[in-house]
């Protein structure tokens, strides 16, 4: 894509969201035009008060000294006026941009959103997107403002020997070049740190993160990353810094050189036009020559800035353009589980595991109100599996069919709404205990009663009322009144959020790893009781529940090993067998057990 149509592509996505403001546009499309011109005016009016000192009567001169403040103060309001509108459209920019993107996230494929160039990307845009509003679109009118006040400032010098005008225009050019080649290394900078940027930023959050504080206290952690920090920290400054110190030796030389020339060509002026130039001719010229530079610099700068904006659009636009999760193929409804999920061949590998399949050839069925068991050792890919199941990965080799259909057919809005879920690492939202528990299903009627219910069954309606401020207590202690669970506890909200969502196949990852064996005997007698007609798929590495299941599938390196009920697998003395015998004794089974 050519820079223009790249500039153009940027302005109408950042005007699009502005068709109400098209009165602000035209306003700051009418101020760049008038206020050069007022500037312009400004100057020949000082050079006419200069030439009437000697040659006008007094009320002549007093004429033009009113027009030079009506001109300026005229030019100062216009300024101001420009910058309210700039002032009125810099966040609202800023704000569009941004909230682009988020929905942008929020719409991406979750084999986007694990990927670590979309990360590097997403820190470089999110580092220039300030940039990227308000202060392009005040550039591109500065460019042409000031270039209307240099061809002002050139009709004014006509007389000097273009030799002059050369010489000023060449230091522009060479202002340029130095620029555009200081930008060129900064870019390169930033590409080249972008990883080290973010893992600072990553080492930099681990010292206010509140959950690992006792971590780092108890294994002295916090000079190790403090070094660790500290080497990345200088690791992004320290080019920046020898690039800062090159680009400022460079200018301030350059700048010098410019003052040089410029008191050069006010003596050769002096000296070659004495005594014949006129007062006014002579504040004209040397204040045109002194502008002349400030307004070429302006170019070059505003040129700069819209250069530099020009590299950092196409990722902006690159993020924006990612694969989105809803093809339009996506067009069946889903409305709740009917008969079975099949999943054929399926295999599956991540993009960054070196080919490496972390599922293989897995196939099984579920049908309908079935209460299926995930087991296996670390790494076995169970969690790989619960995702593909519910959708969030869609690269996948193989068949998932919800009723025949494959769930890559499957409309997103409707299958998600069916899906209930506890991930490992569920959310812990600094948000009430309330909200904590509706975040499930935020659009569902507030009913009281209903909550009481879920938190009846889920064993935290008590701890609900011994809060504080009952459900209205914030649950994070880093903000005022707030206060924190343990982790058995949030495990109990985190099933409550799944209970209040109408869901109609579940899924749970390790839902109940940090409660203790006998409240989670309860809780599973209520979840089977609460999910009698649902279908669920409990991923556990606690195979208490597998008794109660109808189906277990043990994995082992992304493979199904065994799968069948308890009974069956009991008897096969296989994989199952032996981690279940390792646990019996938390679930007083020793003496269920026959030998195999
Ligand atoms: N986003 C990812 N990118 C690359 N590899 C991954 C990713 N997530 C998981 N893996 C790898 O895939 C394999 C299976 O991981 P998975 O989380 O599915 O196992 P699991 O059986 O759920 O483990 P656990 O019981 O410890 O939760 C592991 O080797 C893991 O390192």
């Given at each position: 894509?050519?820079?223009i149509?790249?500039?153009?592509?940027?302005?109408?996505?950042?005007y699009?969201?502005?068709?109400?403001?098209?009165?602000?546009?035209?306003?700051?499309?009418?101020?760049?035009?008038?206020?050069?011109?007022?500037?312009?005016?400004?100057?020949?009016?000082?050079?006419?008060?200069?030439?009437?000192l000697?040659?006008?009567?007094?009320?002549?001169?007093?004429?033009?000294?009113?027009?030079?403040?009506?001109?300026?103060?005229?030019?100062?309001?216009?300024?101001?006026?420009n910058?309210?509108?700039?002032?009125?459209?810099?966040?609202?920019?800023?704000?569009?941009?941004?909230q682009?993107?988020?929905?942008?996230?929020?719409?991406?494929?979750?084999?986007?959103?694990?990927d670590?160039?979309t990360?590097?990307?997403?820190?470089?845009?999110?580092?220039?997107?300030?940039?990227?509003?308000?202060?392009?679109?005040?550039?591109?009118?500065?460019?042409?403002?000031?270039?209307?006040?240099?061809?002002?400032?050139?009709?004014?010098?006509?007389?000097?020997?273009?030799?002059?005008?050369?010489?000023?225009?060449s230091?522009?050019?060479?202002?340029?070049?130095?620029?555009?080649?200081?930008?060129?290394?900064?870019?390169?900078?930033?590409?080249?740190?972008?990883?080290?940027?973010?893992?600072?930023?990553?080492?930099?959050?681990?010292?206010y993160?509140?959950?690992?504080?006792?971590?780092l206290?108890?294994?002295?952690?916090?000079?190790f990353?403090?070094?660790?920090?500290?080497?990345?920290?200088?690791?992004?400054?320290?080019?920046?810094?020898?690039?800062?110190?090159k680009?400022?030796?460079?200018?301030?030389?350059?700048?010098?050189?410019?003052?040089?020339?410029?008191?050069?060509?006010?003596?050769?002026?002096?000296?070659?036009?004495?005594?014949?130039?006129?007062?006014?001719?002579?504040?004209l010229?040397?204040?045109?020559?002194?502008?002349?530079?400030?307004?070429?610099?302006?170019?070059?700068?505003?040129?700069?800035?819209?250069?530099?904006?020009?590299?950092?659009?196409?990722?902006?636009?690159?993020?924006?353009?990612?694969?989105?999760?809803?093809?339009?193929?996506?067009t069946?409804?889903?409305?709740?589980?009917?008969?079975?999920?099949?999943?054929?061949?399926?295999?599956?590998?991540?993009?960054?595991?070196?080919?490496?399949?972390?599922?293989?050839?897995?196939?099984f069925?579920?049908?309908k109100?079935?209460?299926?068991?995930?087991?296996?050792?670390?790494?076995?890919?169970?969690?790989?599996l619960?995702?593909?199941?519910?959708?969030?990965?869609?690269?996948?080799?193989?068949?998932?069919?919800?009723?025949?259909?494959?769930?890559?057919?499957?409309?997103?809005?409707?299958?998600?709404?069916?899906v209930?879920?506890?991930?490992q690492s569920?959310?812990?939202?600094?948000?009430?205990?309330?909200?904590?528990?509706?975040?499930?299903?935020?659009?569902?009627?507030?009913?009281?009663?209903?909550?009481?219910n879920?938190?009846?069954?889920?064993?935290?309606?008590?701890?609900?009322?011994?809060?504080?401020?009952?459900?209205?207590?914030?649950?994070?202690?880093?903000?005022?009144?707030?206060?924190?669970?343990?982790?058995?506890?949030?495990?109990?909200?985190?099933?409550?959020?799944?209970?209040?969502?109408?869901?109609?196949?579940?899924?749970?990852?390790?839902?109940?790893?940090?409660?203790?064996?006998?409240?989670?005997?309860?809780?599973?007698?209520?979840?089977?009781?609460?999910?009698?007609?649902?279908?669920?798929?409990?991923?556990?590495?606690?195979?208490?529940?597998?008794?109660?299941?109808?189906?277990?599938?043990?994995?082992?390196?992304?493979?199904?090993?065994?799968?069948?009920?308890?009974?069956?697998?009991?008897?096969?003395?296989?994989?199952?067998?032996?981690?279940?015998?390792?646990?019996?004794?938390?679930?007083?089974?020793?003496?269920?057990?026959a030998?195999?």
């Amino acid at each position: 894509m050519s820079n223009i149509s790249t500039i153009k592509k940027f302005l109408s996505l950042v005007y699009s969201h502005y068709r109400n403001s098209k009165l602000g546009f035209a306003g700051l499309i009418l101020l760049s035009i008038s206020i050069p011109v007022l500037q312009n005016t400004h100057l020949y009016v000082t050079e006419k008060i200069g030439n009437s000192l000697l040659s006008e009567g007094l009320s002549t001169i007093i004429i033009l000294l009113l027009v030079q403040s009506i001109v300026f103060i005229t030019s100062q309001v216009l300024l101001m006026v420009n910058k309210l509108i700039e002032n009125k459209l810099t966040p609202q920019i800023l704000f569009s941009l941004e909230q682009t993107l988020i929905n942008k996230l929020a719409r991406l494929k979750m084999i986007s959103l694990e990927d670590s160039h979309t990360y590097n990307k997403l820190i470089t845009v999110r580092r220039v997107i300030p940039q990227l509003g308000m202060p392009l679109i005040s550039s591109i009118f500065s460019f042409f403002q000031s270039l209307l006040m240099v061809s002002g400032m050139i009709y004014i010098l006509r007389n000097l020997h273009w030799s002059i005008i050369c010489i000023l225009i060449s230091f522009s050019v060479l202002n340029f070049f130095v620029t555009r080649m200081f930008n060129k290394l900064q870019l390169s900078i930033f590409d080249k740190t972008s990883e080290t940027i973010r893992m600072k930023e990553y080492v930099s959050q681990l010292f206010y993160n509140r959950a690992l504080a006792g971590e780092l206290k108890i294994f002295n952690l916090h000079h190790f990353f403090s070094g660790k920090w500290s080497n990345l920290f200088w690791g992004v400054e320290e080019p920046n810094i020898s690039l800062s110190n090159k680009r400022t030796y460079l200018i301030y030389s350059i700048q010098m050189g410019i003052n040089l020339v410029q008191l050069a060509m006010l003596l050769i002026l002096i000296i070659t036009s004495y005594p014949v130039i006129s007062v006014g001719s002579f504040l004209l010229v040397s204040q045109a020559i002194v502008q002349f530079q400030g307004r070429a610099n302006e170019i070059i700068n505003s040129f700069a800035h819209i250069h530099q904006s020009l590299v950092y659009i196409p990722t902006y636009f690159e993020l924006i353009n990612l694969p989105e999760e809803k093809p339009a193929s996506r067009t069946n409804e889903f409305n709740g589980l009917k008969h079975q999920i099949s999943i054929t061949n399926l295999s599956f590998k991540y993009k960054n595991s070196n080919e490496k399949s972390v599922l293989s050839n897995i196939n099984f069925s579920i049908k309908k109100g079935e209460k299926i068991a995930i087991v296996g050792h670390n790494g076995s890919g169970k969690t790989t599996l619960l995702k593909c199941l519910m959708g969030l990965y869609d690269n996948f080799e193989g068949e998932i069919n919800y009723d025949g259909i494959s769930i890559n057919q499957l409309d997103i809005q409707t299958f998600r709404k069916k899906v209930g879920v506890i991930f490992q690492s569920f959310g812990k939202y600094p948000l009430s205990f309330e909200e904590n528990i509706i975040l499930s299903d935020i659009s569902k009627p507030h009913d009281r009663n209903n909550i009481n219910n879920i938190l009846t069954e889920c064993k935290i309606f008590e701890l609900s009322k011994n809060l504080r401020y009952g459900h209205n207590t914030i649950l994070s202690p880093e903000f005022m009144n707030g206060t924190d669970l343990s982790g058995g506890e949030w495990q109990k909200i985190a099933l409550a959020r799944m209970y209040y969502k109408d869901a109609d196949v579940i899924f749970l990852d390790e839902p109940t790893s940090a409660i203790d064996p006998i409240s989670e005997n309860e809780i599973f007698e209520k979840f089977f009781s609460f999910s009698k007609d649902k279908t669920s798929i409990v991923l556990t590495h606690r195979l208490g529940i597998c008794r109660k299941v109808d189906k277990i599938i043990v994995m082992e390196n992304g493979t199904i090993k065994e799968m069948g009920d308890h009974e069956s697998l009991m008897n096969n003395d296989g994989l199952y067998r032996k981690i279940y015998e390792s646990q019996m004794h938390w679930y007083g089974d020793e003496k269920q057990l026959a030998p195999a």
